[in-house]
């Protein structure tokens, strides 16, 4: 029997890798995720002057995007077209504490939804990179220019 013909032949579990999304428990985790996140980005000092609109619009981004980031449904793309996260970001004033402060609120997200586990280090460790290419401003520019 050949390689390919071996792999054809094995059964589905052998072949089947869980996506991040499937192991973190898929639409419901993530909507508790964002849920839990929100509140705590809005209540941050570090962040607050980051978010002034409603929270309802960037949540509701933010799950399709952890969606399609963990490997499942490529759902931000399907609604918002292919969009650079880091071009996303330039706009705002990311500093180091601000990353921090976003990778905070995450990480007590995280601990108030129970994600535990390898796929929640996993995840984290993502965010983690994301954020910190995402800063684009040296330490201490935190103060918004005035109007
Ligand atoms: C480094 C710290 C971060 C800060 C300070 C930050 C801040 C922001 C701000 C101010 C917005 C716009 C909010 C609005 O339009 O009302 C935004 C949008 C967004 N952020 Fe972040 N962010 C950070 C990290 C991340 C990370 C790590 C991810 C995911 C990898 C992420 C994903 C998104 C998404 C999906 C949007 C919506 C984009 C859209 O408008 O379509 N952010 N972020």
Not at 76 to 85: E, I
Not at 88 to 105: D, N, S
Not at 109 to 115: F, K, P, S, T, V
Request: charged share 20%.
């Amino acid at each position: 029997m050949t390689y390919s013909e071996r792999l054809q032949n094995r059964p589905e579990s052998a072949v089947h890798m869980e996506s991040l999304y499937e192991q973190i428990g898929g639409a419901e985790t993530i909507e508790r995720l964002v849920y839990a996140f929100y509140p705590k980005v809005y209540a941050h000092p570090e962040l607050i002057p980051l978010f002034p609109e409603g929270v309802d619009e960037i949540r509701a981004k933010q799950y399709l995007f952890l969606t399609q980031f963990t490997g499942g449904p490529m759902l931000y793309t399907d609604r918002h077209g292919f969009g650079n996260m880091r071009s996303v970001h330039e706009q705002f004033q990311i500093t180091p504490a601000r990353a921090e402060a976003w990778l905070t609120c995450m990480r007590e997200a995280m601990d108030e939804i129970g994600l535990e586990g390898f796929p929640r280090q996993m995840l984290f460790q993502m965010l983690t990179n994301a954020a910190h290419r995402f800063v684009n401003s040296p330490q201490g520019g935190e103060t918004e220019p005035p109007n």
